[in-house]
């Protein structure tokens, strides 16, 4: 699957793995938005 530059797709091996503090980082960083799913 083909994505746009702008998007950087982040694997983790479950959803509970996903630290507040990597969205906020993020968003730092200049990201509109943060999408997790599971």
């Known amino acids: ?15 509970g793995k996903f630290d507040i503090t990597y969205a906020l980082r993020a968003f730092q960083k200049g990201a509109d938005a943060v999408m997790v799913v599971g």
């Open 1 to 15: 699957m083909q994505y746009p530059a702008t998007v950087r797709i982040v694997r983790l091996p479950c959803t």
